[in-house]
């Protein structure tokens, strides 16, 4: 289990673009289950949509890539604070199966597929109530900056 304290640790983002509040479990370079919950005070909530809030599609798969990011630091036993960071470098077949709105939980999963030369693979899925709301692979990079 991981808290806010640690996540802001090992994820360089910040307010309000850090999409995942707490690690429930993390099996070292196989998976991750996070949690990310939504509140109303969200500030994409604001324009997306007023009279009928809910998450951007966009921002669901980033909280799932904030969660893949989570399982390839600990995985690499590295970290943004050795000049590690982390890109997005490919989205394949993601599906939206339902909305998510304010007061929802949602539960991010991230399995991995392969890792390779600082590339990795993720099979991704987000659930709410214990329904699937996103699924998909995401390709991701780690790279060194200096």
Do not use: W
Not at 47 to 66: K, S, T, W, Y
């Amino acid at each position: 289990m991981m808290d806010i304290h640690k996540i802001l640790k090992q994820l360089p983002h910040r307010y309000p673009f850090l999409l995942v509040d707490r690690v429930l479990t993390i099996e070292k370079g196989v998976r991750i289950t996070a949690l990310k919950n939504v509140t109303i005070n969200e500030p994409f909530f604001e324009g997306h949509f007023p009279h009928r809030p809910v998450m951007p599609g966009v921002l669901m798969l980033e909280a799932l890539a904030q969660a893949a990011a989570l399982l390839a630091f600990d995985a690499m036993d590295a970290s943004p604070e050795n000049g590690s960071i982390y890109y997005f470098a490919g989205i394949d077949n993601a599906r939206f199966k339902r909305p998510v709105e304010p007061g929802d939980q949602l539960i991010l999963e991230a399995e991995l597929l392969r890792m390779k030369a600082g590339i990795f693979k993720f099979k991704t899925s987000a659930r709410v109530d214990g329904e699937l709301a996103v699924e998909a692979e995401l390709t991701c990079a780690m790279r060194s900056v200096s």
